[in-house]
């Protein structure tokens, strides 16, 4: 069975960091892109980051560039967002997401509608 498990959110102080992971099961990493998103309350689902299914191709939003990096660790089957610099504005469930597909890259990205399988999500809170 396919699964995606986020951890690692919770509450912090502006300027601070996480390390959120999204741990995977049931698949290999090699054929599918994994991404990012997150929705705050009341505010549409945003996409934040995503990687290729060989992990070397990457693309994040404008709002994040600069604080947050995308990883994976084949081997662990696990793919990280280390989040630094954090805002207020950057409060919201954040969910991990696999698209099938090993042309998902460069300039070419899967949008939401396009992930196969979805997380439950993890709660960040960036407060003072």
């Known amino acids: 069975q396919l699964q995606l498990l986020e951890s690692g959110g919770g509450l912090v102080q502006p300027g601070g960091s996480l390390r959120l992971s999204c741990t995977t099961s049931?698949?290999?990493?090699?054929?599918?892109?994994i991404g990012w998103f997150r929705q705050a309350p009341g505010k549409e689902r945003e996409g934040v980051s995503c990687?290729?299914?060989?992990?070397?191709?990457?693309n994040s939003a404008d709002s994040v560039k600069g604080r947050f990096t995308i990883s994976r660790d084949r081997a662990k089957n696990t793919i990280y967002l280390q989040m630094n610099s954090l805002k207020p504005e950057d409060t919201a469930v954040y969910y991990c997401?696999?698209?099938?597909?090993?042309?998902?890259?460069?300039?070419?990205?899967?949008?939401?509608?396009?992930?196969?399988?979805w997380g439950q999500g993890t709660q960040v809170t960036v407060s003072s």
């Open positions: 997401a696999a698209a099938w597909g090993t042309f998902w890259r460069g300039s070419t990205w899967p949008t939401a509608v396009q992930y196969d399988y």
């Open positions: 049931g698949f290999t990493l090699d054929y599918y892109a």
């Open positions: 990687i290729s299914s060989s992990g070397d191709s990457t």
